[in-house]
């Protein structure tokens, strides 16, 4: 039976579903660096958001764990944690198997088994395993003793309970170090699939690398994942010179991160001393690095982050001086007037006792001397003017005009997120105190926090509209800075 004419001949729809712009970057996250063999070089970090879950991979006396306790024990407590793998010492082959489900981990499977093999590539060699008697074993860890034995030496397998998982490691390190997929073998039961130690089930073979320099290891994890805002070691062996190197990568690097050292060095107390760490980082002035003296806690700067990175930029009055906050877990320090001056001199903070019974941090500042939150906010400013420019030309369903109107909507999404850090309390009114641009002259108040300006399309050159470059966009953002002390003075008179 006909149905008619399609309704299109009159009316024809169509339906675009638009793009999603990107998000901004992350600034509440940390990486803490740690030579444990948790991780593999092959995966290198992992992401946590509880310290229960790092406790179940690295157990509750690691250094990982013991500098993640310190970040998780803040207040607010930060949501948001990556561990990275570091090669101190040069790392074996190693495979993981594919996680056993309930059912494939039942002892059954595995006492039925009395002549068992399986053929496995370690470090470069074949071998045919055979002969493997599990009948008598109780429990997967026996199961994993029966396999290591049949090795003869050459690799070591263990069963891990917490992700469920047979991991074989080999005997040796370094570069020629490596465990291969499992196979079934020409004779015998196959138990390569019983521990999910075949293709295509275990994770990629993860091959060993030479003892690598902690700047190595930080170039290896940016490379991993950009995902990670501030980064520190949960290591006490690295030297001055380790760190500086660490701290010149994060200083360039094309991703916007920061460096948190802790110090137990007590020379960093004495005003006569230019040798200690924080002399040395004073004067290279690394406005990207942050130290901080602790005698009692190795990892206390992990507590510093904890605070710092739980600002939420994108909500109102949120922004914060690192000043007068709290460190739960670690003992503030009693010093003399003439260290804690020390301190400051070299730009390294301290959670220290004050004579009215309270405990703060102090002074808050990077090793250049510049603000710690000053630092935060503008990498969270800039990223997010980039990010919502990129997004208008991205999720624009035309195009944006190569006219004053259109550089005009470009301003306007500057603007938006100057407001936004009006409101989050990064930008605030002030006097304009340096060389102005526009229309805003030096003295002059930016009234609104920011200022704003873009030349003319008519004031480009040929080759830069040819280009279709947008006229150059300056932006002026004052900053609503934080008070750190008082003065008063009283006048008593009778």
Request: charged share 10%.
């Amino acid at each position: 039976m006909a149905r008619g004419l399609p309704v299109s001949r009159i009316i024809n729809m169509s339906a675009v579903i638009a793009s999603v712009g990107v998000a901004t970057a992350d600034f509440n996250s940390l990486l803490i660096v740690g030579a444990s063999s948790v991780i593999s070089i092959n995966e290198r970090l992992r992401s946590y958001g509880s310290l229960a879950d790092v406790a179940s991979d690295f157990g509750t006396s690691a250094p990982e764990y013991l500098a993640a306790a310190l970040y998780f024990d803040q207040s607010p407590r930060p949501s948001e944690l990556y561990i990275g793998r570091w090669a101190k010492t040069a790392s074996a082959g190693e495979l993981s198997g594919g996680v056993l489900s309930s059912a494939a981990q039942a002892i059954a499977n595995f006492t039925a088994v009395s002549a068992g093999g399986m053929d496995i590539t370690i470090d470069g060699t074949a071998k045919s395993l055979s002969a493997i008697d599990l009948s008598a074993v109780t429990n997967l860890n026996g199961v994993a003793s029966a396999v290591t034995t049949a090795l003869a030496g050459v690799a070591t397998v263990t069963w891990n309970s917490a992700t469920n998982q047979f991991q074989v490691v080999s005997a040796t390190t370094g570069a020629t170090s490596s465990v291969g997929y499992a196979s079934a073998p020409s004779t015998g039961t196959d138990i390569s699939a019983l521990l999910g130690l075949t293709s295509g089930v275990a994770s990629a073979p993860s091959d060993g690398i030479a003892a690598e320099e902690p700047v190595d290891a930080i170039t290896a994890l940016d490379d991993a994942s950009g995902g990670w805002y501030a980064s520190m070691f949960a290591d006490t062996s690295l030297t001055i010179a380790q760190h500086e190197a660490v701290a010149s990568y994060i200083q360039g690097a094309a991703r916007l991160h920061l460096y948190g050292i802790t110090t137990q060095d007590s020379l960093v107390l004495d005003p006569t001393s230019t040798t200690d760490i924080a002399a040395v980082f004073a004067g290279l002035a690394l406005d990207r690095t942050v130290l901080q003296y602790s005698s009692s806690s190795p990892y206390a700067i992990a507590s510093l982050f904890g605070r710092a990175l739980t600002v939420d930029f994108n909500a109102n009055n949120t922004a914060i001086t690192l000043k007068f906050k709290q460190e739960p877990g670690v003992t503030a320090e009693t010093l003399t007037t003439t260290q804690a001056n020390a301190l400051e001199a070299k730009n390294c903070n301290v959670f220290v006792n004050y004579a009215n019974g309270s405990a703060i941090l102090e002074q808050g500042v990077m090793s250049s001397g510049a603000l710690f939150d000053e630092i935060q906010g503008v990498d969270w400013l800039q990223n997010a003017i980039q990010t919502a420019i990129f997004n208008l030309l991205y999720t624009s369903t035309t195009k944006i005009p190569q006219t004053d109107a259109g550089v005009a909507q470009i301003c306007t999404t500057v603007e938006d997120q100057c407001e936004q850090g009006v409101s989050n309390g990064l930008l605030a009114q002030g006097v304009w105190n340096t060389t102005g641009f526009g229309s805003l002259s030096e003295g002059q108040t930016l009234t609104k926090g920011y200022y704003v300006y873009a030349a003319t399309i008519a004031s480009q050159s040929t080759a830069d509209r040819a280009a279709r470059k947008s006229p150059p966009i300056q932006v002026a953002a004052k900053l609503a800075g934080a008070i750190h002390s008082v003065d008063v003075s009283i006048t008593v008179n009778r």
